[in-house]
């Protein structure tokens, strides 16, 4: 449980009463899944406290701040298995007096955590489900999301692919249903930004063990087999988040053509190779406390906590309701090592953030790029716009 201890720093006789008073106790806690999900590299496999060390660090960064504040900050992790109930686990917690918790969860799961305790005024942050739904049809008003949206990420690598002219894809999909889904957001971004798809190619999933059965021999024969024949194209760009067969894409196309989307060039909200905006001194201090380098999910799970800290040391309370709408208010923005100051989409709660474009060993660009304008922000030509959105706030 995060507890945050808020006290009230003026002048004179009112600034020494708030010091000398009790500190206000805000908790806070963690919802995440038991266990990993393991990828097909080896060298890439997330550790057992992906997410959770992110939030870890954003304590300690709390804290920094909190001891001239009075303001104090703890973490309490919960871990959900197979079967768990997320309602019941967001009541727990609720029951605590806890009054704001990230989660790390399954659509349906947060969806089901912020409806529980949605009346009793605790307010959720989304670290984790990239799911555009959740921020459009089916849109909470008590849900932050400070993970990306699947179009944030399509927008963002279609930007950079544009900006660059190559705007002829070969897209090759997955069949499960998120691998669908992202590349029904390429779609969109191709329509939207002006590329054009001259041909789409589904990979089944016939199963097996993806690693032992698929060797380095009968990779090498068969991706090359897959996507030969294909129109002509200046880029492959694959949706695969289940991770069957995007990473032996690149190098093993008949054509010799770059790989995008689910590997390759890819769309991230972080990245251990961030170093711009005074980002190393985040990586540093995240090594030494962890011995690894920072995920993405450990960034957006680090900006939910931060967002927290950053509104009680604006508005000097611990009440919930008082930071959140200060978080919803256009006074809010954070400054996450990513260039320029984040803020809030007011329709649907979405965290505005740029977007890497990573290779594995170097940040390739940052989207939005030079030249994609808005009348608002930059920010929003990534994803789900105010014009578009379905998402009605109550």
Not at 10 to 39: C, F, H, N, Q, W
Not at 138 to 148: V, Y
């Amino acid at each position: 449980m995060i507890r945050l201890l808020v006290g009230i720093i003026g002048l004179g006789a009112l600034g020494s009463a708030a010091l000398a008073g009790d500190p206000v106790e805000v908790g806070i806690g963690y919802l995440r899944r038991a266990g990993i999900k393991p990828t097909l590299s080896l060298v890439e496999q997330p550790a057992e406290n992906d997410g959770v060390a992110g939030a870890r660090l954003a304590i300690e960064d709390n804290n920094t701040t909190g001891r001239f504040l009075n303001q104090h900050f703890t973490l309490e992790e919960m871990r959900l298995k197979d079967g768990d109930d997320a309602a019941k686990a967001a009541t727990a917690l609720t029951d605590r007096s806890i009054g704001f918790i990230i989660a790390d969860l399954p659509a349906e799961a947060l969806l089901k955590a912020a409806d529980a305790v949605r009346d009793r005024g605790t307010v959720l942050f989304n670290a984790g489900a990239i799911d555009d739904r959740l921020r459009e049809e089916d849109c909470r008003a008590n849900l932050i999301h400070t993970a990306p949206t699947r179009s944030m990420l399509a927008d963002g690598l279609a930007q950079y692919l544009v900006w660059k002219q190559w705007k002829r894809w070969l897209l090759v999909a997955g069949s499960h249903d998120d691998d669908k889904l992202y590349a029904q957001a390429l779609r969109r971004a191709a329509a939207r930004f002006g590329a054009k798809i001259v041909q789409e190619r589904v990979f089944e999933d016939t199963g097996g063990a993806r690693r032992t059965d698929s060797g380095v021999t009968l990779v090498q024969r068969q991706m090359p087999v897959f996507t030969q024949s294909a129109p002509a194209y200046d880029i492959l760009v694959a949706a695969d988040e289940s991770e069957v067969f995007a990473p032996y894409m690149p190098y093993r196309t008949w054509d010799p053509r770059p790989v995008a989307g689910s590997a390759g060039l890819v769309a991230k909200s972080w990245d251990a190779a961030q170093d711009q905006w005074g980002a190393v001194q985040l990586q540093n201090r995240f090594v030494k406390l962890n011995s690894r380098r920072m995920t993405a999910l450990d960034m957006q799970v680090w900006i939910a906590a931060r967002m927290i800290g950053e509104a009680a040391s604006r508005v000097n309370s611990g009440d919930p309701k008082r930071l959140f709408d200060f978080l919803k208010g256009p006074d809010f923005s954070i400054a996450a090592f990513k260039g320029q100051r984040l803020t809030l989409r007011d329709w649907n709660l979405q965290l505005r953030q740029p977007i890497l474009l990573v290779d594995g060993r170097m940040v390739v660009s940052v989207s939005p790029q030079e030249g994609f304008l808005h009348q608002v922000s930059e920010l929003d030509t990534l994803g789900v716009d105010r014009p578009e959105t379905r998402c009605k706030l109550h």
